[in-house]
């Protein structure tokens, strides 16, 4: 099975493959995985709208050099269709130039299937925020190419903004073979089901009446969002035939790592280092939050790994109603390099430890010498 997280190895093609290969290999994955020849299937449309994906990256070569350099992170923000959210018979009006639907289907849901003028097509986007914005919310930006109606022949196609009917199927979209009881009715290979004909193309968009504009559009990302949550934009994605809205635009949000705090859900998680002598004899030290620093006060015998929690001081929910807290882990810092003063300190502390003073390693000894004295009878019975 080919690897679904690399476009060449869906299209079956090397790295160095050339644009008609690629083009050829689209088109026979298309062909083999269209839905309407695998009816019921719903992993053969999977695998369709995979095909769609990788074509739209290797079919172009700005997007194919960003792939090849950096992967699918390099396409982050450069307007790659959201095939998950697109109908597939949408699929053949974006790649229309790259087959016949005539000749490649037969007829099968190509223009067919169409009813009245398509909406565009959704697009996906990246962006990424940092705590402090996850915090508050952000307004953010994000550039994509789209798919633009042709301003000069306003997504005619044609030069004077006219089509003519098509005489090969007398404008249906559709013509008959055979007669009789055995009819045939398929897409006009003419007109491949448009039902009309372009005579003079439009000088700029060649007759596809789309063209690829640069976008930049703004993000109002929530306060509380996390991090693989999309953020729909309705409107913002390719532009559809005249007279048929467009598509959506769907921002995956990515939220940075920080310098001092992980994330869990609505709770942060810090990690603070205290000296030996704060942690025993308790002590007012300096925190981070997400809105500046904070002193916490430090017990008495404070042990390594203590949690101490500050209500409110975490991330809210994308509701607004609930706060999380920050939790404070203790880490207890043992000095590597003592003066001698401090050594000889150290020396008559150990010196003067006793029973009860540190509880915990007085039980450990205790049960240490239990299970020696235990193991060493086992051994003499065995003897």
Same mark, same amino acid.
């Given at each position: ?57 290797? +079919? ?18 450069? !307007? ?22 005539? @000749? $490649? ?5 190509? =223009? ?18 940092? &705590?402090?914005?996850? $915090? ?15 301003? =000069? ?12 009917? *098509?005489?090969? *199927? ?12 055995? =009819? ?6 003419? *007109?491949? !089901? ?12 060649? +007759? ?19 991090? +693989? ?11 559809? @035939?005249?007279?048929?809205?467009? !598509? ?20 942060? /998680? *810090? #990690? /603070?280092? /205290?000296?030996?002598?704060?942690? %025993? $004899?308790? %002590? ?5 939050? $997400? ?8 017990? =008495?015998?404070? #042990? ?5 929690? &500050?209500? +409110? ?11 999380? @807290?920050?939790?404070?882990?203790? /880490? ?44 060493? %009878? ?6």
């Amino acid at each position: 099975m080919p690897d679904e997280e690399d476009y060449y190895a869906i299209l079956g093609v090397e790295r160095g493959a050339g644009p008609d290969q690629v083009r050829a290999a689209y088109r026979e994955c298309a062909k083999k995985n269209h839905p309407d020849l695998n009816p019921g299937d719903k992993a053969a449309e999977e695998r369709f709208k995979k095909c769609a994906e990788a074509y739209e990256v290797l +079919g172009d070569p700005q997007k194919r050099r960003l792939y090849d350099q950096h992967g699918k992170a390099g396409l982050r923000g450069a !307007g790659v269709h959201d095939w998950q959210q697109t109908d597939v018979h949408d699929i053949f009006s974006i790649f229309e130039d790259v087959f016949g639907f005539g @000749d $490649l289907f037969g007829g099968f849901g190509a =223009r067919a299937a169409r009813h009245g003028p398509l909406r565009g097509a959704h697009l996906r986007a990246a962006v990424d925020v940092t &705590l402090e914005e996850v $915090l508050k919310g952000a307004a953010k930006t994000v550039r994509i190419n789209r798919r633009e109606l042709c301003e =000069r022949c306003g997504g005619a196609g044609s030069a004077s903004g006219k089509r003519e009917p *098509c005489a090969a *199927c007398a404008g249906q979209g559709r013509v008959q073979q055979g007669g009789g009881f055995f =009819r045939i009715i398929t897409e006009c290979p003419r *007109c491949r !089901g448009a039902g009309t004909l372009i005579r003079d193309p439009c000088r700029s968009c060649g +007759g596809h009446r789309f063209v690829g504009r640069q976008r930049t559009i703004e993000v109002q990302v929530p306060a509380g969002i996390e991090a +693989g949550q999309r953020i729909r934009i309705p409107g913002q994605g390719d532009a559809g @035939d005249p007279g048929a809205p467009r !598509g959506d635009l769907y921002v995956e949000v990515g939220v940075e790592p920080h310098l001092f705090f992980e994330r869990h859900g609505r709770d942060l /998680v *810090c #990690q /603070v280092p /205290v000296s030996f002598a704060q942690a %025993a $004899l308790g %002590a007012e030290v300096e925190v981070p939050t $997400l809105l500046g620093k904070e002193m916490l006060s430090i017990a =008495r015998g404070t #042990q390594g790994g203590d949690l101490y929690r &500050l209500k +409110g001081r975490g991330l809210p929910d994308l509701d607004g109603y609930r706060q999380g @807290d920050l939790l404070v882990q203790v /880490v207890v810092e043992i000095p590597k390099k003592l003066s001698r003063r401090q050594e000889e300190l150290l020396r008559e502390f150990a010196a003067s430890e006793h029973k009860g003073v540190l509880p915990q390693r007085e039980s450990f000894l205790q049960k240490l010498a239990d299970y020696l004295r235990h193991d060493g %009878a086992e051994g003499e019975k065995k003897s």
